[in-house]
């Protein structure tokens, strides 16, 4: 029989006001279950905002506080400021921001948390666009992907610029640990959760947020959607620990990333040279992702426990 | 009772050290900087337990404050000018959270240009935000009101910012004897910040959360109604910290000579000196004069302000900020709490001392000159080297 390794106890409530098959709802509900009820969240302006409901009422079992949208990484660094001077060894803080309000207008409070060696978590959930205010192109939108501000027209095919490298700058901020996560793949989720919980430090995940409003496929193909985008190599699952690169699902073969581009309509415009240039980009990414892994490979091989091969 | 010789700007970190405060975060500017300098060698000394967030702006610096306030800690920051416009958003959430924070502001005149005297434009461009601001003449009184305004922003009936400003370098950077409380004096007027009202981890609790216009108003009304308890409020703040210092400064208008005078100058911080001496001089020489020293600018005094007038012929209101479209900001307060008193007297509004121009005995003496035998105006601009303009009512 199968070891179920994903704590039972559920923090995140029914009767949240997220869309049907949202990633972010998912990945907070993840979140909690690898960190418990002892966590205190701050929340900026985003969909989250409102997906935990509003007053008097509160979809999550935990502190919940609320900041304004580019103040996230210096809200957590109150909370846990309070907390050590008033004595509070057993709580978690943690950011929960979303990808317009981490890597847009956030960056400087988040830059200014992990260089102060900040004992908190930030996560950022990327649904790739600012969503709660209606599908705008944030630093985090893909290239070719369609927008609000992004739009398709005969000359034009979405966003001309690359994605912002967020796990690249948090890096070079040297954090205590850093990891990507999908909810398309909860233990390998729960997992990372649970280990960045014993860590001290500042802490950061990049989290897979799948928008099916936004993204405009349907709402039931969330999961799916997050299997094609680690298997075909556009959100590859790390951590990075003290500097070394572990690979935590192995891909052997990676999926055309047309299977991911077409399932879903905000890339419909991209001919096939757009998409030849996104799977080279895609492919050297994560040549370069594994080469890093390799260096950072301790000399005896020891396979990472979840590794699988893909379908 | 221990005296030091020390600057406006090291009475705010004493009173900080005195007040036991276990967050500070801050971001450097001038001329506010020497406050958290003195408070960040209190805590690397092991003087001060307290943690000392060091953030990468004043936008961040009071978000710290504000989220350490909303899990229970008493909580300091400090600023000036273009910090606190940075701080304007935060300055919302401070108190539509309720979040008892004291700030230190010392005053620093708007760029462009760059200018880093004082000017009261910073703090007045925050009148609207829900945070009680006092205004201070001297370095000994910039303590005590630091001491008073964590006791008023903790009090359960108010639970609102409160911040204490002081004029760049007038007090910021000038030395004077200050009497420094006993930390067990301090103990005595300011007990541990009351723990009801935070975050309680473990349990199930949003701080801020959203809502519609269901609820949107109540939350209004409740700042509204705690902004209204601050007088009252104060009143039995000032009483207990005379009882245990011997000092008060007088209420939110403390005033001077003023009983019946022909001619009333208000006036905001360190003008107030200047102009005090003024009064004696002008009293010597038989005019009736007098001196309204506005300590409390948010809520404005209004009941203590008709008080004063009522028995005044003239009033003249020093501003040291101009709010463009309708004149000198207090001056505005003053005629608006007049507006429906009986006997009221014609308000003249001051221009004097922008951007860190001396506000002189002689200017003083020219605006008592003004209120004694001019006609009533609208907005007299002091010493402008431009030309002097004077525009009149009606």
Redesign the interface.
Known sequence: MAKLTIPAEEWMYPGHAACPGCGAALSMRLLLKGLG????A?IPACCW??I?T???T?A?????????I??T???????R??????G?K??TVVGFAGDGGTVDIGL??L??ML??RTDAIYVMYDNEAYMNTGVQRSGATPEGAWTTTTPVFKQTHGKTEPKKDIMAIVLAHMPAYAATLNPSFPEDFVGKVEKAKTIHGARFFHVYAPCPPGWRYSSEQTIHMGRLATDSGVFPLYEVEDGRYRITRNVARLRPVEEYLKAQGRFDALDAAEVATIQERVQAGWERLKERARAAAPPAPTPPPMAVAAP | MPQKVISGNQAQSYAALLADVQVISAYPITPQTTIVEKLADFVASGELKAQFIKVESEHSALQVCVSASALGARTYTATSSQGLLLMHELMHWASGLRAPIVMGVVNRAVAPPWNIGADHTDTIAQRDTGWVQFYAESNQEVLDTVLQAFRLAEDPAVRLPVMVNEDAFYLSHTYEPVDIPEHAQVERFLPARDARAVLIPGKAMRVGSFTGPDHYVEFRYELAKATAAVLPTLRNVEEDYERITGRSHGGPIATYRAEGADAVLLTMGTASTTARRVVDELRAEGKKVGLAKLRLFRPFPVAECRAVARSVGRLGVVDRSYTFGTGGPAAEEVRAALYDAPDRPSVTSFLAGVGGRDITPKMVRRMFRTLLEGPPTETVWQDLEVETEVTVHG
């Open positions: 009820p002892r966590t205190i701050s905002t409102v935990a509003p007053y008097p509160t999550l079992g935990v502190n919940v506080m609320d900041n304004p580019e103040a990484g210096a809200s957590i660094s109150g909370l400021a309070a907390a050590d001077a008033l509070m057993d709580v400087q409070a830059s200014g260089e102060r």
